[in-house]
C-alpha cells in the first residue's frame, strides 16, 4: 500500500488519463442482432454537443439554419451518463451507431477523416445518408414498420460511412465504389449479409437486399462486385482482412476504365499461396468469368 499511494499522488500531480465515461444509449446488440439499452463509450466525444470523431450532430435541414444541439446530461445508479431527454438519448444512440462503424472501419485501415456535418431533420429520408456533393450526411427516424431504424442499423451506417470514405474513387468509379460500400455494410454487421432486411418495413422476404443473392445475367457491376467480396470474405471467415483488402483494392484504382474483374483483381494480388487460390475460385465462380488477371 506505502507503494501504491505515492504512484496514485505522481499520476494525478501529472494528470494521468482518466477513463472515458461511458454513455447510455440505444443500439442494436452485437450478438441478438437486436435494439437494446446499451452502455457505451464515445471518446473524444462531446456529449453536450453531440459531436466528435464519428461526426457533429446539427438541428436543422439545411447547414445554414442548422443548429447545435444542448444536450444535458445525468449520472445514473451504474455510474453512466444519460441524456435528460428522450430526443437528445436518440441523438446520441444515432452517434454511437457512427462511432461503432468509424472504429470498424479505421480497423481495416480507412483514413481517418475531419467530422462531417450530420443534418437531423423531421423531413429527412428515414436513415443516415451520405451526400458527396456537400461532404455532409442527413438523418431521418424510420422507415416506419421496420424492425431496426435505417439509422441504427451498423450496417447499412457503416456503408453510408464507407461511401465517405470512396468519394474520390466514385467520382471516377461510381459502380465500383458502390459494390465495395455495399460489401463493407455486410462484413460491418456481424457478417450478416441480409443486413438491409431488419431495416425494411417489409423484411425483404425475396432476399433482393441480400448480398450474398444469386444474381441473374445483367445485375448492376456493384451487386456482382459486392457478392464476390461476400463469397470470398465468408469462405475464408476473415471478414476484417477481407474488408482491409477492398479498401486497399479501391485505393489502388486509377484513372483507367475499370470493373469488377479489375478490382477483384487487385484484391488477389495482395494474397499469396493458398489464401490466393480461395479468392480467385470465389472470384471466377461469381463473375461467371477468367478474365481476372491476378488470377490466371
Known amino acids: 500500500m506505502r507503494r501504491v499511494l505515492p504512484i496514485l499522488l505522481l499520476a494525478t500531480a501529472c494528470g494521468g488519463a482518466a477513463l472515458p465515461d461511458r454513455v447510455a444509449v440505444l443500439g442494436v446488440d452485437r450478438l ?3 435494439l437494446s439499452g446499451q452502455e457505451v463509450e464515445l471518446p473524444g466525444a462531446d ?4 459531436r466528435g470523431p464519428a461526426g457533429m450532430m446539427m438541428l436543422g435541414g439545411t447547414a445554414d439554419s442548422a443548429r447545435v ?4 446530461m445525468r449520472r445514473r445508479v451504474s455510474g453512466a451518463l444519460v ?3 428522450v430526443s437528445c438519448v436518440s441523438l446520441l444512440g444515432h452517434y454511437a451507431a457512427m462511432e461503432r462503424a468509424r472504429q470498424f472501419l479505421l480497423g481495416a485501415g480507412a483514413e481517418s477523416l475531419m467530422p462531417a456535418p450530420i443534418l437531423v431533420s423531421a423531413t429527412a429520408e428515414p436513415g443516415l445518408r451520405y451526400d458527396a456533393a456537400t461532404d455532409t450526411f442527413t438523418l431521418g427516424e424510420g422507415p416506419n414498420g421496420a424492425r431496426v431504424p435505417l439509422a441504427l442499423n451498423p450496417g447499412a451506417v457503416t456503408r453510408e460511412m464507407s461511401r465517405r470514405q470512396l468519394r474520390a474513387v466514385a467520382a471516377l468509379h461510381p459502380e465500383e465504389a458502390e459494390g465495395i460500400a ?5 462484413a460491418a454487421a456481424a457478417g450478416d449479409p441480409g443486413y438491409l432486411a431488419i431495416s425494411d418495413p417489409g423484411g425483404d422476404p ?3 437486399l441480400d448480398v450474398s443473392r444469386p444474381l441473374p ?3 448492376p457491376a456493384s451487386a456482382v462486385l459486392a457478392g464476390a467480396l461476400w463469397g470470398w ?3 475464408s471467415g476473415d471478414l476484417t482482412g477481407a474488408a482491409r483488402a477492398a479498401l486497399a483494392a479501391a485505393r489502388a484504382l486509377g484513372s483507367a476504365p475499370a470493373d469488377p474483374a479489375a478490382v477483384l483483381s487487385l484484391v488477389a494480388a495482395q494474397l499469396e499461396g493458398a489464401e490466393r487460390d480461395q479468392a480467385c475460385a470465389v472470384f471466377r465462380a461469381r463473375l461467371h468469368a477468367a478474365g481476372i488477371s491476378a488470377c490466371p
Open 206 to 208: 425475396t432476399g433482393q
Open 233 to 235: 470474405a465468408d469462405a
Open 47 to 50: 456529449l453536450a454537443a453531440v
Open 32 to 34: 441478438s442482432g437486436e
Open 217 to 219: 445475367a445483367g445485375a
Open 182 to 186: 455495399f460489401f463493407l455494410g455486410a
Open 69 to 72: 444541439p444542448d444536450c444535458a
Open 83 to 85: 441524456a435528460r431527454t
